[in-house]
């Protein structure tokens, strides 16, 4: 196992004995491994057509994604879902947590900023349950397109993807048989599960 990842498990083990009883004060972090399911895109994902092409349509799987996540919290009541790749910052809910993120993306025609001006622009809101020792919830990922000039052509439609996940709280006794394993846990996951890989 290199060092780096060997930090990186210890502090991950370190973080899992602080956090004692229900929620989490500022410095403390909860693990948890997730398990999202399929993805489901409206049919502005597809333009310019509006259904799944024919070879990806009738497309199924009972295989689902895993990944871990922590969460923890710091100063002014702000939350953080740091996905190994990504970090979204929320706030505690009546069931648990929401977290959101947003890029903004603008291009112009014209190297010197001239032209029609085109804005994507991709939100995040991932909803987390909890339930005891469990996770469950949906992250959305909405792409919208903006423009603004004399060349923008038809609007281009919303695609928006969610996704379903559960999970469940990991213990440090857990976190360090995947440690010594050396497995990968701290993985890229779905970007429609938090950003894009």
């Known amino acids: ?31 948890y491994r ?9 049919s502005g994902c597809y333009y310019p057509d509006s259904d799944p092409p024919p070879n990806q349509a009738s497309d199924d799987t009972t ?18 879902l740091d996905s190994g790749s990504n970090t979204l910052e929320g706030v505690a809910t009546d069931t648990g947590y929401q977290f ?20 994507t622009t991709d939100s995040y809101t991932i909803d987390v349950i909890v339930d005891g020792d469990a996770i469950s919830g949906s992250s959305v990922w ?4 903006g423009c603004a000039g004399t060349t923008c052509g038809d609007k281009i439609p919303t695609c928006t993807r969610t996704t379903d996940f559960v999970g ?25 599960l938090v950003m894009a890989n």
């Open 63 to 80: 295989i689902r994604g895993s990944s871990t996540w922590i969460i923890y919290a710091s100063i002014n009541d702000a939350y953080y």
């Open 1 to 31: 196992m290199s060092f780096a990842k060997t930090l990186q498990c210890a502090a991950i083990v370190a973080g899992a004995l602080g956090v004692v009883g229900c929620g989490i004060s500022p410095g403390d972090y909860v693990i």
């Open 100 to 119: 959101t993120g947003k890029t903004v993306d603008v291009q112009y025609d014209m190297p010197d900023g001239t032209g029609s001006k085109r804005t």
């Open 142 to 145: 909405k792409t919208t397109f």
């Open 168 to 192: 469940t709280q990991v213990d440090e006794m857990s976190l360090i048989t995947i440690c010594k394993a050396n497995t990968p846990r701290l993985h890229r996951h779905s970007r429609a």
């Open 34 to 42: 997730v398990s999202p399911g399929v993805t489901e895109q409206t």
